[in-house]
T-cell receptor
Framework: AAGVIQSPRHLIKEKRETATLKCYPI?????VYWYQQGPGQDPQFLIS???????DKGSIPDRFSAQQFSDYHSELNMSSLELGDSALYFC?????????????????FGPGTRLTVL | DAKTTQPPSMDCAEGRAANLPCNHS???????VYWYRQIHSQGPQYIIH???NNETNEMASLIITEDRKSSTLILPHATLRDTAVYYC????????????FGTGTRLTIIP
């Protein structure tokens, strides 16, 4: 079965640079979530989108923005990168409308993007 | 804050059943119990979820007490590949609600 795809898998940036992380949800999934996991920490919710509209927001820095596009993929844009932004970034997708072959409203995670800020 | 309490670590012998407990004494009537696991820096993997009835799938069984204040995830025949951090999460279903991860239980399968 198709899974959530994230790209790139690894990214190295310098301080104050920008980064864009991409997430391609499971086909027919309408909701995307972004989570951040710092070293030795548990995943923390950043932001979510349902049908291309922001649906919830967590502790996401103002330097970060995200959107969901018409094909339901999502991008997390990170600017003025800081050392503390080094983390694993996970995207998850879910199907709220019940059109996919997965459990309705259950979140399925991608493999993550490891961002290293030097 | 996470609404669940789990032991920080557990060991289980390979081939035996692994029973992972979770306390969620403040669970609301419309909240489900979800279990995920994370194998060393991989994306969290969905295992199972339930509301009040016991559930079973190809990966595990979920036993929820009648008062719904606690639950147990059972991996019937643990293998080395089951070594992971297991998260018990309570969450309203149908509402795009985020997952709030606690510290989880680090399960180590012993050969």
């Amino acid at each position: 079965a198709a899974g959530v795809i994230q790209s790139p898998r690894h990214l190295i940036k310098e301080k104050r640079e920008t980064a864009t992380l991409k997430c391609y949800p499971i086909p027919r999934h309408d909701t995307v979530y972004w989570y951040q996991q710092g070293p030795g920490q548990d995943p923390q919710f950043l932001i979510s989108f349902y049908e291309k509209m922001q649906s919830d927001k967590g502790s996401i820095p103002d330097r970060f923005s995200a959107q969901q596009f018409s094909d339901y993929h999502s991008e997390l844009n990170m600017s003025s990168l800081e050392l503390g932004d080094s983390a694993l970034y996970f995207c998850a997708s879910s199907d709220l409308s019940g059109q996919a072959m997965t459990s309705t409203d259950t979140q399925y995670f991608g493999p993550g993007t490891r961002l290293t800020v030097l | 804050d996470a609404k669940t309490t789990q032991p920080p670590s557990m060991d289980c012998a390979e081939g035996r059943a692994a029973n992972l407990p979770c306390n969620h004494s403040t669970i609301s009537g419309n909240e489900y119990v979800y279990w995920y696991r994370q194998i060393h820096s991989q994306g969290p993997q969905y295992i199972i979820h339930g509301l009040k009835n016991n559930e079973t799938n190809e990966m595990a069984s979920l036993i929820i007490t009648e008062d719904r204040k606690s639950s147990t995830l059972i991996l019937p025949h643990a293998t080395l590949r089951d070594t992971a951090v297991y998260y018990c999460i309570v969450r309203v279903n149908f509402g795009n609600e985020k997952l709030t991860f606690g510290t989880g239980t680090r399960l180590t399968i012993i050969p």
